[in-house]
């Protein structure tokens, strides 16, 4: 019985040194190793030994990288208008000694410096440029929890804004302010188009007027042109028959022909005169048709002189 006792305890003995002595630590994870109450090592995933009663596991750490939530809180933008903000941060812990010694609470430190830093930022911006410019919120802050968490051996990855609340007063107003916005959009554009409309209107009025008047002014040079050689055609004529009658008054027996033909118009247009009117106009010597035809073929003799001299 006595030697059953003994035995299980010293299985227990030996079960207590293996736990103190072997550490199995995770993938992922960092432990550091505390020898007689200072650092002594970080242990790295993997197995590891360390001497009971004398070494001691003092902090654990995640390698992997943590979401933190920061609480909401009121900021103060430029033009004195309150905001209820936000945020998740991202941060990996890559010095396990630095994350262990160099702050009592890196987490609390990092959630309130992220705070203080959102506000500062806040304050530097007008209400209207908050909405716009989040990713120069988000550098701003990341820059900075960066400076501040490398001597605690955290390495802030980025700041993202979840929720940015303006009051209720303010956030009415913005609705109407983007109601006047589209409406004035709206009546810029109704406009526009009732301004292109007149002026496709007026220019198709133009057009139209070019058009007529083009087709007047060359109806009015064909109307000429034609005009113009219609005189010119009968001129050729003329000139033509002219020179006909002057060529056959130089032949043989021309004059005789136009001394005839001169003497039958003569009489003719005295019998005329007698069928258009109630008065006859009659020559003194009537009776010596020969006179009158001697002074006809006496201005034909004369117009035939002309055309020799020249």
Not at 117 to 128: A, C, H, N, P
Not at 231 to 253: D, R, T
């Amino acid at each position: 019985m006595d030697s059953t006792i003994v035995g299980a305890v010293l299985l227990l003995i030996v079960i207590v040194l293996a736990a103190q002595t072997l550490k199995i630590v995770p993938q992922q994870h960092a432990w550091v190793l505390e020898r007689l109450g200072r650092y002594h090592r970080t242990l790295t995933p993997g197995l590891s030994f360390a001497f009971p009663f004398v070494d001691r596991i003092a902090y654990k750490h995640i390698l992997k990288e943590i979401p933190l939530e920061v609480p909401s809180q009121v900021c103060i933008t430029r033009d004195n208008t309150q905001l209820q903000v936000d945020g998740v941060l991202y941060f990996q812990v890559t010095d396990p000694m630095k994350a262990s010694y160099g702050s009592s609470n890196f987490v609390f430190a990092i959630t309130q410096l992220s705070q203080t830093t959102l506000r500062s930022v806040i304050g530097k911006l007008e209400l209207d440029k908050t909405f716009e410019e989040r990713d120069f919120i988000n550098h701003s802050i990341v820059s900075s929890l960066d400076q501040a968490a490398a001597n605690w051996g955290v390495k802030v990855l980025r700041y993202e804004i979840k929720d940015l609340t303006p009051p209720k007063e303010i956030l009415h107003a913005m609705q109407a302010q983007i109601t006047a916005e589209r409406e004035k959009r709206a009546l810029i554009a109704a406009s526009e188009g009732r301004k292109q409309e007149q002026i496709n209107i007026a220019s198709g009025g133009r057009e139209a007027s070019i058009q007529k008047s083009e087709g007047e002014r060359q109806a009015a040079i064909n109307q000429a042109q034609g005009q113009a050689a219609a005189i010119l055609a009968v001129a050729e004529a003329n000139s033509q028959a002219i020179q006909k009658i002057a060529a056959a008054i130089q032949s043989n027996g021309g004059m005789e022909a136009v001394n005839l033909k001169v003497a039958e118009q003569y009489v003719n247009a005295f019998a005329n005169l007698a069928k258009q009117g109630t008065t006859l106009i009659v020559p003194g010597n009537l009776a010596d048709m020969s006179s009158m035809i001697a002074s006809a073929l006496t201005i034909v003799n004369k117009g035939k002189g002309a055309v020799d001299a020249r």
